[in-house]
């Protein structure tokens, strides 16, 4: 991850208001590094040695803050908690059904679905999510003998 990156993250917080607390900072630091999409129990973990005062209720609310401002988007996936992706442009996602691990890869918009969708249901479309899933290679290779 690159300093420059946090800096605008840091930059956009500012300029928005927020106030950069050493836990913020290490959440946002944290979630930039990880290109894991992690949950807040994840972060929380991750962090728990540095800063034994925070709650998951305190990572959950930077979190929010986050999300309001557009650093980052919450995933939810059916029953099983929110994840948390920090890449915030056009992206889609494969998702290992054996670890819940997920992965970004890119592909072009979908726009003609969008469009079809719309045609079709008289909708204004506002976006799409589209998932795929299998199993990744680390698991492959562990079920493999
Ligand atoms: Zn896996
Ligand atoms: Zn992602």
Redesign the pocket.
Known sequence: MSEQRLQEAIDTLKSSGVRITPQRHAVLEYLLNAMT?PTADDIYKALESKFPNMSVATVYNNLRVFREIGLVRELTYGDSSSRF?C?TSD?Y?IICESCGK?V?FHYPKLNEVEALAEQVTGFTVSHHRMEVYGTCSECKAKTAH
Do not use: E, G
């Open positions: 999409h992706d890449n992206h996602h997920i970004d």
